[in-house]
């Protein structure tokens, strides 16, 4: 097997990360523990300083490219939020200006979260592949670096909530993860291997936006025509072919859940342990609700990748609904 990254690259990075925040926690709730007949582990990322885990790569991407274009004096990237809020806390913290491009009618909670982080945010239409084409246009008319939303170095800032979780808890059967571009599964995939553990990794999927899924099942890059779902982290229509090699082989299954699902499992947050969840970072939990009789009596973890849900759509899933989009 052909490491993504050795367990040195990893402990690095933590290094580097940990030098700019606090590992995030890991905890056993025996509340959920005791809904779903297994002993669940949440990844809390929505502890982190931006409330999701993406903060992570912004720490390492701008360190390596600061290191590799010392005289870069800006960078341009496209976001539905919390790749946003990690490359602009990152980047201007670093004296670099931050250009991000969103579709329109984007998050305007965390469309002000990364304005409060430094960003020029600019809305670009209607979804988030087009806003990335959109971003890599003005970046090469401007001269300034696009940071994608999978580099390795990214991925390896990622990583480190992987190295976190399963330097505390190595004996975990499933994992479940939810996939937008990748970063996230296959960084975890990578903790995982770096340290030789055998936990099987389950991505999951929004039903409404299955790139990646389907591009699994027939081992080529499937776009699709729409994502249209709540959870914006995992509304992607464009499959990542680099990432694509990484949870095609390195993952168990992809599941799929519905904007229902995760709605669901975003109250059962709120409700057992009050934490907020936004879409994405809810989907991992709706998955193992979906599969808890696959996996009762096991140890399972899931992770609560992010935090940051619009206080309307809030409002709308604790009332019993699911925001429309």
């Known amino acids: 097997m052909t490491l993504l990254f050795s367990a040195e690259e990893l402990a690095e990075a933590s290094a580097l990360v940990h030098r700019d925040m606090a590992p995030t926690p890991q905890y056993a709730w025996p509340q959920l ?189 499937i776009e699709t025509n729409s994502a249209n779902t709540f959870a914006d982290g995992m509304a992607v229509r464009v499959p990542v072919a680099e990432a694509l090699e990484v949870y095609g082989r390195g993952a168990e299954r992809i599941v799929t859940v519905s904007d229902d699902e995760i709605a669901q499992a975003i109250r059962i947050y709120y409700r057992d342990i009050h934490n907020l969840a936004e879409g994405a970072g809810a989907a991992a939990l709706a998955a193992l609700i979906q599969e808890k009789d696959r996996m009762r009596g096991k140890k399972v973890g899931v992770i609560l990748c992010g935090g940051n849900i619009d206080t309307d759509w809030f409002l709308t899933v604790l009332g019993g609904g699911v925001p429309k989009v």
């Open 33 to 221: 523990s005791a809904r779903l007949g297994c002993e669940t582990w949440v990844k809390h990322e929505n502890h982190g300083p931006t409330g999701a885990f993406k903060v992570r790569g912004g720490i390492t991407y701008i360190d390596w490219l600061l290191r590799q274009n010392p005289g870069v004096r800006g960078i341009c990237t496209a976001t539905r939020g919390n790749h946003g809020q990690s490359q602009a806390r990152a980047a201007t913290a670093r004296g670099l200006s931050c250009k991000v491009y969103v579709p329109i009618g984007n998050s305007v909670e965390k469309n002000a979260a990364m304005r409060a982080f430094g960003a020029e945010v600019i809305e670009f239409g209607e979804d988030f592949d087009t806003a990335r084409v959109e971003a890599i246009r003005v970046a090469k008319e401007e001269g300034l670096p696009v940071v994608p939303p999978y580099h390795r170095e990214l991925v390896r800032g990622v990583a480190t909530y992987g190295w976190e979780l399963f330097n505390k808890v190595r004996d975990l059967d499933t994992v479940y993860v939810p996939i937008g571009c990748g970063s996230g599964i296959c960084g975890t995939i990578a903790a995982r291997d770096a340290l030789g553990l055998r936990t099987r990794i389950v991505g999951v999927v929004s039903e409404a936006a299955q790139t990646a899924r389907l591009s699994v099942e027939a081992g080529t890059l």
